[in-house]
């Protein structure tokens, strides 16, 4: 199982953007689907992003397409999520997780999809 640490959260005006990487230990990483999901305050955590193994696949929550993008870099065994336009209503606690089960289906997920995940880093878009 890889183990995964976020980094790249912080405070930022709205409009603004912000990139979040999720470095993965392990050289298993390529065999990972991956993905991002966020936990507002008080709300369940949600799906925001998933890409494929291979990085040929992506997939978005409607309320983030066209603003946020999800890339990876195998050789770097990190993945990452670029935020643009971001809104008061999207701070919060942004997660990194990984499925090995081999299988991307695309479309949304749920936590369930996932096995492995970091600790999340902190997004507060101020109004």
């Known amino acids: 199982q890889v183990q995964l640490v976020e980094s790249g959260g912080g405070l930022v005006q709205a409009g603004g953007s912000l990139r979040l990487s999720c470095a993965a230990s392990?050289?298993?990483?390529?065999?990972?689907?991956m993905g991002w999901f966020r936990q507002a305050p008080g709300k369940a955590r949600e799906f925001v992003a998933a890409?494929?193994?291979?990085?040929?696949?992506?997939s978005y929550a409607d309320s983030v397409k066209g603003r946020f993008t999800i890339s990876r870099d195998n050789a770097k065994t990190t993945v990452y999520l670029q935020m643009n336009s971001l809104k008061p209503e999207e701070t919060a606690v942004y997660f990194c997780?990984?499925?090995?089960?081999?299988?991307?289906?695309?479309?949304?997920?749920?936590?369930?999809?996932?096995?492995?995940w970091g600790q999340g880093t902190q997004v507060t878009v101020s109004s």
């Open positions: 997780a990984g499925d090995r089960s081999g299988v991307y289906k695309g479309g949304s997920y749920t936590l369930r999809d996932f096995s492995a």
């Open positions: 890409i494929s193994r291979s990085g040929t696949g992506t």
């Open positions: 392990g050289r298993t990483f390529s065999v990972y689907n």
